[in-house]
């Protein structure tokens, strides 16, 4: 009975392990990432699935004391769960979102497994990974950039990129950098156009694209 309202030093120890991966991602998420994206659905998501895969991984490995080989096991189906949650989705994830779930990822990872490492040792390696993060994302300038759907097909010949630049310009207001030109309906006279412009980074899913005509 008293085992039910007791906690094991390796219960115990989880919680300190706890408290720094979810220090260091909120670290990565609110002072790294957040600032540039600006993408609260994202903030939202990196830090709910840390503590989770953090949670999994945790007790498939050191709760499940019945299991046979239950270290190789609870880490292939914790990673199996993980990569399984990346794939199984909806939307195309930008790169840089798909990096930065992969960290967290791993952070969260290395923290729950990390039985019989000092605490020190623990530390210096979630540093280790903020400060690459940090010295990376420094050096990582985000080009403003929107996926169009674009109403007049006969200026999307590479002869009169000019002439789609301007129109572009005038229609959205933007000093536009640079225009690509993607899928193309001569049915519905409509092609997708993304183009890269001065201001602020706008990185926005196929799904949230609108229309120009």
């Known amino acids: 009975m008293e085992q039910l309202f007791s906690i094991t030093p390796t219960f115990a120890m989880m919680l300190v392990r706890l ?21 609260r659905d994202f903030y939202f998501t990196f830090m709910l699935i840390s503590v989770a895969i953090f949670f999994i991984v945790f007790f498939m490995i050191f709760v499940l004391d ?40 791993a952070l969260s990872l290395v923290n729950s497994i990390a039985e019989g490492v000092s605490i020190v040792e623990l530390l210096l390696t979630n540093l ?18 929107r996926l169009i759907q674009y109403d007049r097909v006969d200026l999307i010949a590479p002869e009169k990129r000019n002439e ?8 959205l207001g933007v000093k536009i950098i640079k225009v690509d030109v993607g899928a193309v309906d001569f049915i519905r006279d409509m092609a997708m156009v993304k183009i890269i412009y001065q201001g602020k980074h706008i990185d926005r899913e196929i799904s949230e694209n609108f229309k120009i005509k």
């Open 19 to 39: 408290f720094i991966s979810t220090l260091v991602t909120w670290f990565i998420i609110a002072k790294l990432y957040y600032p540039k994206s600006k993408r």
């Open 128 to 145: 280790i990974i903020v400060v690459f993060v940090w010295l990376l994302e420094r050096n990582l300038k985000l080009e403003a950039s």
């Open 66 to 105: 019945n299991m046979k080989g239950k270290t190789s096991m609870g880490i292939g189906i914790g990673l199996f769960g993980i990569f399984s949650i990346m794939r199984y989705r909806t939307d195309a994830m930008p790169v840089r979102e798909m990096t930065y779930l992969f960290v967290i990822i």
């Open 164 to 171: 789609l630049k301007a129109d572009l310009e005038k229609r």
